[in-house]
């Protein structure tokens, strides 16, 4: 079935830069620092010169050996590139997703067992609110708030440029003062869903059977709420994470773009700016290695989560 996912959609990016209408060929004639024979010796070794159905074939064939092609812009393998851009892009998801999984799931918890009160109704109120905000907006704001009118935060990069920090420590604060604002973007707009999808699963967990039992011997409300309810209600809140895990991606890609962070994110825009179409593929690659993983990551964790699929 993985395999299957694989090639449908390893197919869909060989397609999709290719149906853009930004044509390579057309940039590299308007490359002044090109000659016309360079030029050509550069479009026939890329294979832009052939049929589609031969590009095809020449793409699996070095897809099959691990080899992703040679970026238009960067003149290096696209594999290079990508390993170079995305530790970065790691550190930033890492980061944000741990922070908007942790909170999101306490405040969902809270929500559920304050359930119809004015803390609830509030919350709710915030979460839709902010779940329903554009990555790309939210990231400007915040440029212009604690960058412009607060100077707090640099508003580009992921390192001072230019700088030679005297040790590690002063580095890794440079690293994470820059990785602040990108962060709290990210955790900002989905800590808001996942809080709110988990509330809905946890109001309808608290109110079956087992629960009420657990209540009348006497546990305690936390031992209730977090034990019981929340490991129940955590199944599909992971499903939904792991099919939601494409649109955090996205978001990223965004947020890197507005805060020029050096991760995959922000490379992806440059190629299809440029119409790099290896590179445009690598990085369609990546993401459906990515989001595959997350998805039979999910379906380990049921098993460690509910006993009932461990047992059968």
């Given amino acids: 079935m993985m395999l299957a996912t694989f090639y449908v959609t390893s197919t869909i990016t060989f397609l999709l830069p290719r149906l853009t209408p930004i044509d390579p060929k057309a940039l590299l004639a308007t490359n002044p620092r090109l000659s016309p024979e360079i030029r050509a010796d550069v479009i026939a070794s890329f294979g832009l010169n052939k049929p589609l159905l031969d590009q095809y074939v020449i793409f699996y064939e070095n897809l099959f050996r691990g080899n992703l092609g040679y970026s238009f812009l ?29 909170v999101g799931i306490v405040v969902g918890v809270l929500q559920a067992s304050k359930y119809g009160s004015n803390l609830d109704v ?13 990555f790309f907006w939210v990231a400007i704001i915040f440029i212009y708030l604690f960058a412009f009118v607060i100077p707090l935060f640099p508003i580009f990069g992921a390192m001072t440029p230019g700088v030679i920090f005297p040790n590690s420590f002063d580095m890794l604060s440079d690293i994470g003062w820059h990785l602040v604002l990108p962060a709290v973007t990210i955790v900002l707009v989905n800590i808001s869903r996942y809080s709110f999808y988990l509330r809905n699963i946890m109001v309808g967990v608290l109110s079956e059977d087992y629960i009420v039992t657990a209540r009348a ?65 690598g990085e369609f690659i990546l993401l459906t290695i ?7 990551t999910a379906d380990t ?10 047992k059968g």
């Fill in 74 to 102: 960067y003149r290096e393998p696209v594999l290079t590139v990508l390993m170079t851009r995305l530790p970065w892009t790691i550190l930033l998801l890492g980061l944000s997703t741990a922070i908007f999984i942790a």
């Fill in 217 to 281: 011997k006497g546990l305690g409300k936390n031992r209730v709420l977090f034990k019981h309810g929340l490991r129940n209600a955590l199944l599909p809140t992971m499903t939904m994470m792991a099919m939601d895990f494409g649109f955090i991606i996205a978001g990223a890609i965004f947020v890197e773009t507005v805060f020029a962070y050096p991760g995959v994110g922000s490379l992806a825009y440059e190629a299809i700016l440029n119409a790099d179409y290896p590179l445009m593929n």
């Fill in 290 to 296: 990515v989001i595959l993983i997350a998805n039979f």
């Fill in 122 to 134: 509030s919350l709710l109120l915030i979460s839709l609110t902010a779940s329903s905000l554009p």
């Fill in 301 to 310: 964790l049921y098993s460690v989560l509910d006993p009932r699929i461990r």
